[in-house]
């Protein structure tokens, strides 16, 4: 509210313009008709019969903005110990916190995000490199995506930025679906025919990636017509791989292919060579 003194009238304290009013008030209040101001006056023109506006002045300081200092400390805020296929992207972004000496959040600040050897690639989500350089938000978060490496096993990736240590990730890579058989360790060649190899041959169900696929699949080894063979199958262990215990091949002195086949993967081959013996 404005307080105005009397056109023509001398200047007067303002206690003594609040006791008027404060009496016209009660006088009113007996009556029902008088007002009084909302707020006491701070102060009145020296000038006589001007008008003074004064307006209220809210008590106590004005409110100061505090602003964050430089990153001090990093933190994983989410994001580690995942797991996911090979050559896959993880299910949750990893997240650093960056802090200022004094815990504050801090935004606007620069994280970059580097896999190690053979840990994949890290981006947006949408495009992937060797390293991706994020933006902290307001709440002095970062992100990143991270599309695991080929190998299975751990992956590590490591957050830094300036004026703070690194933080560390690790994620482990699982393998793909079964894809070929590959011929770990071939029969012994020459042989002779329809003789137990004396070298049984090592056989591994791998991703598109050479990864082992772990589960017990059969594996059947096989060979063209004219020929047998004895003790053709053998079942993958918990590393998918298939050892052969007792495997012979008979027929016609010479050299013969060996055809290892599993559901729904490329065969695998090894040649060998016949030699004269029992049939």
């Known amino acids: 509210e404005l307080v105005r003194a009397k056109p023509g009238g001398a200047q007067r ?4 313009v609040w006791r008027e009013a404060l009496d016209s008030y009660r006088a009113g209040h007996r009556h029902g008709a008088a007002r009084v101001p909302a707020r006491r006056p701070a102060r009145f023109d020296a000038s006589p019969g001007m ?23 990093l933190g994983k805020s989410a994001g580690d110990v995942q797991t996911a296929v090979v050559n896959t992207s993880l299910a949750t972004q990893l997240a650093v916190l960056a802090r200022d000496q004094f815990g504050n959040p801090v935004p606007n600040a620069q994280v970059t995000f580097t896999p190690a050897a053979n840990s994949g690639a890290v981006g947006d989500g949408v495009t992937f490199g060797t390293s991706f350089n994020a933006q902290t938000g307001a709440s002095g978060i970062a992100r990143a995506s991270w599309r695991l490496g080929t190998i299975a096993g751990q992956n590590t990736l490591d957050a830094s930025s300036a004026g703070a240590a690194n933080v560390s990730f690790s994620a482990t890579g699982t393998p793909g679906a079964a894809a070929k058989l590959v011929v770990l360790t071939p029969p012994n060649s020459p042989t002779q025919s329809g003789v137990v190899f004396s070298t049984q041959p090592v056989v591994q169900r791998q991703d598109q990636f050479n990864n082992p696929v772990p589960g017990s699949v059969a594996v059947t080894a096989s060979v063209p017509n004219g020929f047998a063979v004895v003790g053709g199958t053998a079942n993958t262990n918990p590393a998918g791989t298939a050892t052969f215990a007792a495997l012979a091949v008979g027929g016609p002195v010479g050299p013969v292919t060996i055809t290892f086949t599993s559901a729904n993967v490329t065969n695998a081959t090894a040649n060998v ?3 004269s013996g029992q049939v």
């Open 51 to 73: 008008a003074a506006d004064v307006p209220h002045r809210p008590p106590g300081p004005l409110p100061v903005p505090i602003v964050a200092g430089s990153v001090a400390t």
């Open 13 to 16: 304290e303002p206690q003594a």
């Open 273 to 275: 060579t016949l030699t």
